[in-house]
């Protein structure tokens, strides 16, 4: 059975730096693009950032551009979302998905987590 279990979420404050961590059991996905959403309350899910399968590409949605970094380590099969100069507005649920077909940006992901809270104070 596949899953993905994220971590790392938390209480932080305005101007402050987390790592996630999405972990995949069961199966591995060097194979296939892997992203990051969030969903915050009363919103709709976001998206965040995703990389390649090589992890050599990244995209990310414009409010996360220069403060957030996606990266993979094939070796271990987790997803990481470095996350930099947090801003109240960023806080909300993470999740990470495996993209199963379509385009980064739009596309399908699947196998989603339970996702992380991500709480920023001001």
């Known amino acids: 059975q596949v899953h993905l279990v994220e971590s790392g979420g938390g209480l932080v404050q305005a101007g402050g730096s987390l790592r996630l961590s999405c972990a995949a059991s069961?199966?591995?996905?060097?194979?296939?693009?892997m992203g990051w959403f969030r969903q915050a309350p009363g919103k709709e899910r976001e998206f965040v950032g995703a990389?390649?399968?090589?992890?050599?590409?990244?995209w990310y949605g414009d409010s996360m551009k220069d403060r957030f970094t996606i990266s993979r380590d094939s070796i271990k099969n987790t997803l990481y979302l470095q996350m930099n100069s947090l801003k109240p507005e960023d806080t909300a649920v993470y999740s990470c998905g495996v993209l199963v077909s379509g385009s980064v940006v739009g596309g399908t992901y699947d196998y989603w987590g339970q996702g992380t809270q991500v709480t920023v104070s001001s």
């Open positions: 069961g199966r591995t996905f060097n194979s296939y693009a």
């Open positions: 990389v390649d399968w090589s992890g050599g590409i990244t």
